[in-house]
């Protein structure tokens, strides 16, 4: 590359430089960044340096020069995450069930790479991949942007859906295609779900997003346009227990006061919580939820400070599924 040439890549490279080597409390003087230059065989003065920095200003990437004792020392001093930004973003990506440890840890250097090498230096001092078992699907992001690309078209699509196996292995039923109208995609319990609209049920369904395989956009127009209208994905996030859909209920409880919190952090305002005036200690909620063995096992979990007390058929349909589970441990 001719002189002249080469001499028009030092703001790109200075721009380089200065977000790799510096950030608000760390800085480079003028021979730094002479030599740097030297390094990718660029031979400029100090008068030159002066121009780029003063064109990478004017584009808003701003390079700020301190007096020091002997001349000056310079920084970008402006990031577009701060350090807690980024360690924020490297542990939700660490923690993602839905990712496969490659992408994850493909993930987590791009993220590295949006703060300075020093920053660099303290994510890795900090951050461990979460040792849960992650998805073994890496087709996540795939299928995310066929979803999408069909939702855009009004498009339908088919996909077989895969289940585990004893053997650890993601199978599907054996030549079963399925062919829904695709909607939204909901993050829940560190899982994307697709919600769509299933003619054959003539009902919304949601499939957990690393489970199907061959997603292809037909050339069928979506269906379910109406019933998605009056669906609002934040309330059915609330009443379905681990994306677990069944009969939709009003239910109420009688529950311990030490466990309020417990239902205003689940359901919000939705709660309707009143005090129990027949015993202090207690409060009555209804909430409307999704009757499915997974709402039944969440209220198991709190323990016998919670009570259902109406409709019947919900508490029957608990007793009935609390015996079946003693049964297995009965002699």
Known sequence: MEKSESKKLIPLYLQQLFLEKT??????????????????????????????????NSTDFEIVGVQEKGGYKYHHPKRLFTINELKFLIDSIATSKFLTEKKSKELINKVKSLGSSFDSQSFNRNVILDRRIKSMNDKVFKNLDTIYAAIAAHRQINFQYLHW????KLVSKAGKVYIVSPY??????DNYYLIAFDSN??????YRIDKMQSVKIIEHTREGKSLFQ????????KKTFGMFSGKEETVTLEVANSLA????DRFGESANIRQNFDSPNTFI??????????FFAWIFGLGKDIKIISPKSVIN????MTENILNNYRE
């Open 23 to 56: 950030d608000k409390t760390h800085y480079i003087r003028m021979p730094e960044i002479l030599s740097f230059l030297e390094s990718k065989g660029i031979f400029a003065d100090r008068r030159t340096i002066y121009a780029a920095i003063s064109l990478l």
């Open 165 to 168: 196996n004893p053997q650890r």
């Open 184 to 189: 939204a995609v909901s993050l829940s319990d």
């Open 201 to 206: 049920s003539n009902e919304l369904r949601h």
């Open 230 to 237: 009056s669906f609002d994905i934040v309330d059915y996030s």
């Open 261 to 264: 919190g417990v239902f205003i």
């Open 285 to 294: 909620v209804r909430i409307t939820v999704y009757i499915s063995p997974q």
């Open 317 to 320: 349909d608990f007793k009935t």
